[in-house]
């Protein structure tokens, strides 16, 4: 093993590293990021706390990380990703939203790669259009 438990760092069940919202282990000094630590296994969760690690590290001030503000990608052709609030908050009404669902064609992307088949829809406030998810 890497002898976390020589630093005093316990694993949590299955085997995960445990963090806290700025990817610091119970260990003074000692930071961890990724599928180690259980959190959620997307390497935009992965980033975000490498990243967060090493400035909080460095002694910047960082922002804890935000898991609502996740981006999850699956890597396929074309890639489906979801951000924000999620379809099911407001298929159950408890988010007012107003849907927009566009072509994938209407992306620039899509059209540099050749796809033809695919959407894009987000997820808005209905007063105001700010963008809540997707």
């Known amino acids: ?12 069940p299955g085997g995960y590293i445990p963090v806290d919202r700025v990817s610091r282990t119970p260990a003074a000094g000692v930071y961890a990021a990724g599928d180690c630590t259980g959190l959620l296994p997307l390497a935009s ?4 706390q490498g990243r967060i690690a090493m400035y909080h590290a460095l002694g910047e001030g960082v922002s804890p990380i935000r898991l609502r503000t ?3 990608a699956t ?3 074309p ?6 609030i999620p379809q099911s908050a407001i298929d159950d009404g408890s988010v007012p939203a107003r849907t ?5 064609s209407t992306n620039a992307r899509a059209k540099m790669s050749l796809l033809r088949h695919g959407f894009v829809k987000i ?12």
């Open 1 to 12: 093993g890497l002898g976390l438990d020589r630093v005093g760092v316990e694993l949590k």
């Open 45 to 48: 969760v992965a980033a975000m």
């Open 70 to 72: 996740v981006a999850s």
């Open 75 to 77: 890597f396929t052709r």
């Open 79 to 84: 890639e489906i990703a979801a951000v924000g």
């Open 100 to 104: 927009l669902n566009l072509p994938l």
């Open 123 to 134: 997820f808005c406030r209905p007063a105001t259009g700010v963008v809540i998810g997707g």
